[in-house]
């Protein structure tokens, strides 16, 4: 089995779309503008780091960017893939991408439902401002008890068996940050993020978010998509998981061995960065792997395609 992993907030950066710029795939951006109102491709072209931090800019762009790179994958090394042989995951945001990719939800309403979740997150995190923290050198036990000795912290990602994120206010965070250190973490490492994602802070979210999500239509997934709240495979259900998914644990080491578990041989990161092969790695070792951000990639990844040779 291959397993499609699609990222999230986070590894946005400037220009990030530029190399895709003329490829028949840009057309996905096109579609996306339209379906959103928004200028998309400014967004991946010409916006600066500090414009992609904004969350509500974020996000879109990241989600648009990911179906760029899976269509181009889906025209190309992809393309003789079948239901049968894939399953899928996405983290935090990149859970929507992946519904796309598994066809339990359109790339249009999906788009305007990302528009949806980040102006909600946006404004949840102008009403309680917060931050996040991977926690580097331990494990989730010893990162909740950390958190557990201070206030205005919680475990938001468990990442990999040596990288945890902390999310909530920026003192919380902070002083749980220092606690890890003392509890034996190798480092503390800030994210640059618009706020306390995955943490009781977003709450304010959750009314708009249900709405929208209430309003999108989805369907029975293609093939199984492993969910960030249960670590558990899913081919419906989905509104409810994303909806728990707002202010819930990204369970992402868990989802990792539970695609292993399911016989993925071959993880494909496809989107922005490369921070989810890194985590493949970290968690799976002996996993394949393989990322696409840009055109250039596609090579690799058509090679990796080959070489795989499971059911």
């Known amino acids: 089995m291959l397993a499609l992993i699609f990222p999230g907030q986070g590894s946005q950066r400037p220009g990030m779309g530029a190399p895709w710029r003329g490829q028949p795939s840009w057309a996905v951006v096109d579609r996306l503008s339209e379906a959103t109102g928004r200028d998309i491709s400014y967004l991946l072209l010409e916006a600066d780091a500090e414009g992609l931090r904004a969350t509500r800019n974020a996000q879109l762009a990241?989600?648009?960017?990911?179906?760029?790179?899976?269509?181009a994958a889906s025209r190309g090394p992809l393309a003789a893939w079948g239901p049968g042989r894939l399953a899928?995951?996405?983290?935090?945001?990149?859970?929507?991408?992946?519904?796309?990719?598994?066809?339990?939800?359109?790339?249009?309403?999906?788009?305007?439902?990302?528009?949806?979740?980040?102006?909600?997150?946006?404004?949840?995190?102008?009403?309680?401002?917060?931050?996040?923290?991977?926690?580097?050198?331990?494990?989730?036990?010893?990162?909740?008890?950390?958190?557990?000795?201070?206030?205005?912290?919680w475990v938001a990602n468990d990442n990999t068996p040596v990288q945890v994120v902390v999310s909530g206010t920026a003192a919380g965070v902070e002083q749980a940050g220092q606690a890890a250190l003392g509890r034996g973490a190798k480092r503390v490492v800030a994210l640059q993020v618009?706020?306390?994602?995955?943490?009781?802070?977003?709450?304010?979210?959750?009314?708009?978010?249900?709405?929208?999500?209430?309003?999108?239509?989805?369907?029975?997934?293609?093939?199984?998509?492993?969910?960030?709240?249960?670590a558990r495979a899913h081919t419906d259900g989905f509104a409810a998981l994303l909806s728990a998914q707002l202010c819930s644990q990204v369970r992402w080491r868990e989802t990792l061995g539970a695609l292993a578990e399911m016989g993925t041989r071959v993880f494909v990161e496809l989107g922005p960065g490369t921070?989810?092969?890194?985590?493949?790695?970290?968690?799976?070792?002996?996993?394949?792997?393989?990322?696409?951000?840009?055109?250039?990639?596609?090579?690799?990844?058509?090679?990796a395609v080959e070489a795989f040779d499971g059911p």
Do not use: K
């Open 88 to 153: 899928a995951a996405g983290h935090s945001l990149g859970e929507y991408t992946a519904l796309v990719a598994a066809g339990a939800l359109e790339a249009e309403p999906g788009a305007r439902l990302v528009q949806a979740r980040g102006d909600a997150m946006q404004a949840a995190a102008d009403a309680n401002p917060g931050t996040m923290a991977a926690v580097l050198g331990l494990g989730v036990p010893e990162v909740v008890t950390a958190c557990r000795a201070t206030e205005g912290a």
């Open 194 to 230: 618009g706020g306390g994602f995955h943490s009781p802070l977003m709450a304010p979210a959750q009314g708009a978010l249900d709405a929208a999500v209430g309003a999108t239509a989805f369907s029975v997934a293609h093939f199984p998509v492993v969910a960030n709240v249960d």
């Open 62 to 71: 990241t989600y648009a960017l990911s179906l760029v790179v899976l269509d």
């Open 275 to 303: 921070e989810l092969s890194g985590m493949v790695r970290r968690t799976l070792p002996d996993a394949a792997r393989a990322n696409v951000a840009g055109p250039a990639d596609l090579d690799a990844l058509a090679a």
